[in-house]
Nanobody, 115 residues
Framework: QAQLVESGGGLVQPGGSLRLSCASS????????MGWHRQAPGKQRELVAR???????TYADSVKGRFTISRDNAKKTVYLQMNNLEPEDTAVYYC?????????WGQGTQVTVSS
C-alpha cells in the first residue's frame, strides 16, 4: 500500500528547533522529487521546500536560511530540519510525493510554535 507517514511534530518555543521525517512505502522514491508543504489555520496550503532526485533544493522565501530539506534514498525518507522557529511557522506540515499521474500526500504532523 502506497503511503507517506510524517513524524516529528510538536510544541516548541520560539527560537527552537524540530526535525520532521517522512517515511515512504509503496511509492517510487529515489529518482523522484519530494516536498514539504504546510497549512496554517484559515490559510491555503503552501510549499515549504522541495528536493530533487539529485539533491537540488528550493525553499519558500519565508523559511530560507532556517529550514533544510534532505533525503535518504536508502531509507526512502525525507527530512525537514527547522531551526529558529517562529510563531508564524505554526501549521500542519505535509509530506508530498508528486508522481506521474498522481500526487501522494501524508496525513500531516502538527507543528506549534508558542511560548
Amino acid at each position: 500500500q502506497a503511503q507517506l507517514v510524517e513524524s516529528g511534530g510538536g510544541l516548541v518555543q520560539p527560537g527552537g528547533s524540530l526535525r520532521l521525517s517522512c517515511a515512504s512505502s509503496g511509492i517510487m522514491f529515489s529518482g523522484y522529487l519530494m516536498g514539504w508543504h504546510r497549512q496554517a489555520p484559515g490559510k491555503q496550503r503552501e510549499l515549504v521546500a522541495r528536493i530533487s532526485s539529485g539533491g537540488y533544493t528550493t525553499y519558500a522565501d519565508s523559511v530560507k536560511g532556517r529550514f533544510t530539506i534532505s533525503r535518504d534514498n536508502a531509507k526512502k525518507t525525507v527530512y525537514l530540519q527547522m531551526n529558529n522557529l517562529e510563531p508564524e511557522d505554526t501549521a500542519v506540515y505535509y509530506c508530498n510525493a508528486p508522481r506521474p499521474g498522481y500526487d501522494f500526500w501524508g496525513q500531516g504532523t502538527q507543528v506549534t510554535v508558542s511560548s
